[in-house]
């Protein structure tokens, strides 16, 4: 029987830092583009992103290339 006490992955800082440095090199990346780069779930990196956002680190704009309202994320 599963517990649900312990769940492995890795700690939201160092997603942070994966974000972060993909962002610097690629310049904007929607959340699915970063949850495929880093290899975690699309959840873990929107909440990650939500900080960051918080903190003054990211910015986030709408995409309009195709009809799906995608969020488009940037260092500020």
Not at 5 to 24: A, C, D, H, R, V
Not at 34 to 54: H, P, R
């Amino acid at each position: 029987m599963y517990t649900g006490t312990y769940m492995s992955g890795k700690p939201i800082n160092k997603i942070m830092e994966e974000i972060f440095n993909l962002l610097k090199k690629e310049k904007e990346l929607s959340i699915r583009q970063l949850s495929l780069s880093i290899g975690s779930q699309w959840i873990t990196i929107e909440k990650a992103l939500d900080s960051m956002k918080k903190l003054g680190i990211v910015k986030e704009r709408r995409g309009d290339e195709n009809n799906r309202k995608t969020r488009l994320w940037s260092l500020k």
